[in-house]
């Protein structure tokens, strides 16, 4: 999730990103929700659950993040074999 200056309503954009076959960075899920809440980040689980077949949940290999979740709510949206990254700094 991030929120920038130029978002007016403070509604966080949040993207999921992946690498193809070609090992190159792509979108997979992006868009821009109410807020920066459990069901949100579910929802977007959902999502690529379902539209993602090739790629299931179980096979994430990383979760990255900064203030909202820990490892038990990574644990939680079925992410259960990603290695968890407490990211403060955005790096």
Same mark, same amino acid.
């Given at each position: 999730?991030?929120?920038?200056?130029?978002?007016? $309503?403070?509604?966080?954009?949040? =993207? &999921?990103?992946? $690498?193809?076959?070609?090992?190159? &960075?792509c979108? =997979?899920?992006?868009?821009?929700?109410?807020?920066?809440?459990?069901d949100?980040?579910?929802?977007q =689980?959902?999502?690529? =659950?379902?539209?993602?077949?090739?790629r299931?949940? $179980?096979?994430?290999?990383? &979760?990255?993040?900064?203030?909202?979740?820990?490892?038990?709510?990574?644990?939680?949206? &079925?992410?259960?074999?990603?290695?968890?990254?407490?990211?403060?700094?955005? $790096?």
């Amino acid at each position: 999730m991030m929120k920038r200056g130029i978002n007016t $309503l403070i509604w966080p954009y949040t =993207a &999921v990103t992946m $690498l193809d076959k070609m090992n190159h &960075v792509c979108v =997979a899920c992006e868009g821009i929700v109410c807020g920066e809440r459990l069901d949100m980040y579910t929802a977007q =689980a959902s999502f690529l =659950a379902e539209f993602a077949p090739g790629r299931p949940l $179980l096979e994430m290999l990383v &979760v990255a993040r900064d203030s909202f979740f820990d490892e038990e709510v990574v644990r939680r949206i &079925v992410f259960t074999h990603a290695k968890f990254i407490q990211d403060r700094f955005h $790096l």
